[in-house]
């Protein structure tokens, strides 16, 4: 059974950074996209971005404006979302997606899901 497992969610202040990861299990990075999600409450689910199963490629949305950084280790099966200068309006669950081969804005296209990690950003 594949899973997908997000960490490293939690209360932060406005303005500090966070490190959430996404460990894969039964599946193998090296050949899947991996895309980044987050739902806020009373709000649809939000692409953040993503990075193509080489790991060499990313693409975020317009919102991210650089505070958003997507890694991935294929060795390690992992895939890392780096947000930097939080705000409150970053608070939601985050989610990691995967998909086979290329990035996709639509989450509809992601295959594998994760049960998500709450961010909560106090200011």
């Known amino acids: 059974q594949v899973t997908l497992v997000e960490s490293g969610g939690g209360l932060v202040q406005a303005g500090d950074s966070l490190r959430l990861s996404c460990k894969a299990s039964?599946?193998?990075?090296?050949?899947?996209?991996m895309g980044w999600f987050r739902q806020a409450p009373a709000k649809d689910r939000e692409y953040i971005g993503a990075?193509?199963?080489?790991?060499?490629?990313?693409h975020y949305a317009d919102f991210v404006e650089g505070r958003f950084t997507i890694s991935k280790d294929n060795d390690k099966n992992t895939v890392i979302l780096q947000i930097d200068s939080l705000k409150s309006e970053d608070t939601a669950v985050y989610y990691c997606?995967?998909?086979?081969?290329?990035?996709?804005?639509?989450?509809?296209?992601?295959?594998?899901w994760g049960q998500g990690t709450q961010v909560t950003v106090s200011s």
């Open positions: 039964r599946l193998t990075l090296s050949r899947y996209a």
């Open positions: 990075v193509d199963f080489s790991g060499t490629n990313t």
């Open positions: 997606a995967a998909r086979y081969l290329v990035i996709s804005t639509n989450d509809y296209e992601y295959v594998y």
